[in-house]
């Protein structure tokens, strides 16, 4: 008997992309987000199963959950849901690698290209 594989009622996060990216295990990271939360007053923990489970789409987030796991990997909320820690050619991998002084020449290149580079075709 083949066992279906039931598919994600949520869409696809990089949670499990930053805390491989950040070397934690799922323990680990649970026992941060636990913490976090606990700094927030909030007394209810968090267990690696369910880091697993939001992981692999089974489960959702909340705010607050999505706010602590960002605070426990490094990152902000929005680079859980739409940023690859692992991609090579994107512009915020080498943003993290940077450090301030490298950060500011990095935005004073990038500003630079956009003024001096031609404004995108308009679609339609």
Do not use: C
Not at 65 to 85: K, M, Q, Y
């Amino acid at each position: 008997m083949v066992k279906k594989v039931k598919p994600s009622a949520f869409s696809p996060t990089f949670i499990k992309q930053w805390r491989e990216y950040r070397t934690l295990s799922q323990v680990q990271l649970a026992e941060l987000v636990s913490k976090a939360l606990r700094a927030r007053g909030i007394k209810k923990g968090y267990t690696h199963a369910s880091i697993g489970r939001l992981e692999n789409g089974k489960i959702g987030y909340t705010q607050v959950i999505l706010e602590v796991l960002a605070e426990s990997l490094g990152t902000d909320p929005p680079s859980l849901l739409i940023r690859d820690p692992n991609d090579p050619a994107g512009i915020w991998t080498l943003w993290e690698k940077a450090i301030p002084e490298q950060r500011a020449t990095i935005t004073e290149h990038a500003e630079i290209v956009i003024r001096h580079s031609p404004a995108p075709a308009k679609p339609g």
